[in-house]
């Protein structure tokens, strides 16, 4: 989703003098300070909870105990299968911000995260730094995002990058080192636990983020032969550390699709060893969108799901998972042949109202599945699932007895499915009833009979869906909404929803 977002302006010429004003000259408001580490004893194991924090799941990685979930809110894992989740937000060891990035070796972990800021000339995303654990998330120790300085003619300081468009979207481990992809901040690594950093151009040029796409770097793992690096530009292995480079274009007859690498994963099974890349359309020509894999370090490539945006790959044995803007994809012979999976509906007919797949790990017989409407989870391969999000209750300890959510609601772009948006209607219902909601324009015209008498049973927190479509099947125009919620035999209530395309 933060790449999506990101890739829509990247290549604009606009954007590029943004780029060259925000990486060269300028520290915001948003800058953290690059002097102090926060003591990580400030931040303590927390209790769990019985919900993830948030229902937009960007990233998903399993350790051999817990699975790990970045959210728009902050950090969760589980390792009770979703029984309880346990969450860590700003106030308990992360950055600001939504999760960008997940890295976990044993019981090390790193995570890093993203602001989404509105300056002067325009919104941006801002590094909100890494937070690293030692101990499997027991404790947490929080650094600024790394940015660069040089001298400038009056001998002082002036930075080459800010954490403005400085964001890690991808982290990996080397044997002695960690290594971080934060597209306006390159490629860096550190061999000291994130106290100095240092900047590597995965080429042979020295290192200029605002000139050279290939140094916008988004995705690095660490696979059998080698380190490797997606960019703007390109795919980048080196087998010494990155010392020295070999570089991988659409341009250069390599085989990928495309040169906007926002993905990579490395598939082991038998005597096969694969790395799978999201390889999307970077400036045109003869790009396209598609996953390209090598199952020989780099000699040839191969394309497959043409026409996709991949955003994550996951790998059990022989089978292989592609989330993309299109629904989740499945393989068991390496890419020759694809299987979408169906629209995801648990057994009460709670369903995910996207099509767009962000993130899916793979643990114990367990496929889970992030998406920007919360996460889910099947074991029996797609034939049911059970699906958790984050959500108020209602109509206790002071909540409000009924609200409506995404709000404002776009029906062209929140929650998805075919041509339709859609927004939720939460309510709680004390005791068995019959719920009826009416949607009202501002005059307070009827627009959409949306429930009628339907049976609830009492105890429990239930939503309804409206699609933003009147009762002529029409999209409804801006504006603000009213909905009356009746529940036979309890109190009515109003909600509102403003509609914002």
Not at 165 to 189: C, H, M, P
Not at 223 to 251: F, P
Not at 342 to 369: C, R
Request: negative net charge; charged residues 20%.
């Amino acid at each position: 989703m933060i790449i999506e977002k990101l890739f829509k302006n990247i290549f604009h010429k606009n954007e590029e003098k943004i780029l060259l004003i925000f990486l060269y000259s300028l520290l915001t408001f948003f800058e953290l300070s690059n002097s102090q580490q926060i003591n990580p004893q400030n931040f303590l194991f927390k209790p769990a909870f019985s919900r993830i924090s948030a229902n937009d799941i960007t990233d998903i990685v399993i350790n051999e105990n817990r699975i790990w979930f970045g959210t728009g809110k902050g950090l969760s894992y589980t390792d009770d299968n979703g029984l309880n989740f346990y969450n860590y937000l700003h106030k308990d060891g992360m950055g600001k911000g939504g999760v960008s990035a997940i890295g976990v070796k044993d019981d090390v972990v790193w995570v890093a995260t993203s602001i989404d800021s509105i300056l002067a000339t325009g919104s941006f995303d801002v590094g909100g730094g890494l937070s690293y654990s030692l101990d499997n998330g027991e404790t947490w120790n929080w650094i600024p995002q790394p940015v660069d300085a040089r001298n400038d003619t009056a001998g002082g300081k002036k930075p080459t990058t800010t954490a403005v468009q400085n964001v890690t979207y991808d982290i990996a481990f080397g044997d002695n080192e960690i290594w971080i992809a934060s597209w306006g901040g390159g490629l860096r690594k550190s061999s000291d636990m994130g106290k100095t950093w240092e900047t590597v151009s995965p080429d042979k040029f020295p290192f200029d983020v605002s000139g050279n796409l290939n140094h916008r770097a988004f995705s690095v793992i660490y696979a059998e032969n080698g380190l490797w690096v997606g960019t703007a530009g390109g795919i980048n292995k080196s087998t010494d550390g990155g010392k020295t480079w070999t570089n991988y274009t659409a341009q250069s007859g390599s085989g990928i699709s495309g040169n906007f690498v926002v993905a990579l994963g490395k598939q082991i099974f038998q005597d096969k060893s694969i790395v799978w890349a999201a390889t999307w359309t970077a400036e045109g020509g003869e790009e396209f969108d598609a996953v390209s894999k090598t199952d020989n370090g780099g000699l040839t490539w191969e394309v497959t799901l043409k026409g996709e945006k991949a955003h994550n790959f996951a790998f059990y044995e022989n089978e292989v998972y592609v989330p993309t803007d299109n629904g989740l994809y499945k393989s068991t012979d390496f890419g020759k042949t694809w299987a979408l999976f169906p629209q995801i509906i648990d057994e009460t007919g709670n369903a995910v109202m996207t099509n767009e797949i962000y993130s899916v790990g793979f643990k114990g017989g367990d496929l889970w599945v992030g998406t920007g409407d919360g996460l889910a989870k099947t074991s029996d391969s797609g034939n049911s699932w059970k699906i958790f999000r984050a959500f108020k209750p209602t109509g206790i300890e002071g909540e409000p007895s009924t609200y409506a959510y995404p709000n404002p609601f776009s029906p062209l772009r929140h929650n998805v499915i075919g041509d339709d948006g859609h927004v939720r209607i939460q309510y709680n219902a004390k005791n068995n009833t019959r719920v009826t909601i009416k949607i009202f324009d501002f005059g307070m015209n009827l627009v959409k009979n949306l429930v009628q008498d339907k049976s609830r049973a009492g105890g429990g927190d239930y939503y309804e869906v409206w699609d933003g479509r009147n009762e002529n099947g029409d999209i409804v125009a801006n504006g603000v909404y009213f909905y009356l919620l009746e529940l036979e035999g309890e109190k009515t209530a109003w909600g509102k929803i403003v509609v914002l395309n």
